[in-house]
């Protein structure tokens, strides 16, 4: 069954303005990741987040970790064109090393318009 | 350079048939996964290998056969394919210390 579940599925913001995209997972997790993935395109790694971590930043990215309601946010400030892509949540989980694997999320379609 | 490269980027072929999809990577990483997209942009796991070794099998349908010849390679053999196999085949890899994967771009598959 599928880990996570985000929302909103769909996001519309003009340039400038903040994006806030929310992910919720059900089992343990040993890390949680956001992906971004350009139409027609593969999946970039953004940033992990360790589940002994409740925040961590990237540039312009800021994701925080509530493993207590097994949940994550991903911030985008200060948001342009360029950011329009589909965002995923992934959650690694299980035994650790070699036989961790990775759990997508639903995904939200981010659009930002001029 | 491509760090995960797959060929081919395209396949349009037909029910019954059989394909393979190639997967490269030259970063060196020990484990490889294969992911698949469906239409509705869902990603799940079909495979990982680790240094040749078959890790996770994602109770997949047994005419898909992944083959990792050394680690730097992890390609997918599909049989008899189905209308239902049509989606977007995504190749990984992942370095050791719980980074994040690198994925390739895509291979999209259509059964007509």
Known sequence: ?114 | DTAVSQTPKYLVTQMGNDKSIKCEQNLGHDTMYWYKQDSKKFLKIMFSYNNKELIINETVPNRFSPKSPDKAHLNLHINSLELGDSAVYFCASRGGGGYGYTFGSGTRLTVV
């Open chain 1, 1 to 114: 069954s599928q880990q996570g579940e985000e929302d909103p599925q769909a996001l519309s913001i003009q340039e400038g303005e903040n994006a806030t995209m929310n992910c919720s997972y059900k089992t343990s997790i040993n890390n949680l990741q956001w992906y971004r993935q350009n139409s027609g395109r593969g999946l970039v790694h953004l940033i992990l987040i360790r589940s002994n971590e409740r925040e961590k930043h990237s540039g312009r990215l800021r994701v925080t970790l509530d493993t207590s309601k097994k949940s994550s946010s991903l911030l985008i400030t200060a948001s342009r064109a360029a950011d329009t892509a589909s965002y995923f949540c992934a959650t690694a989980s299980g035994p650790t090393g070699t036989a961790s694997k990775l759990t997508f999320g639903t995904g939200t379609r981010l659009q930002v318009t001029l």
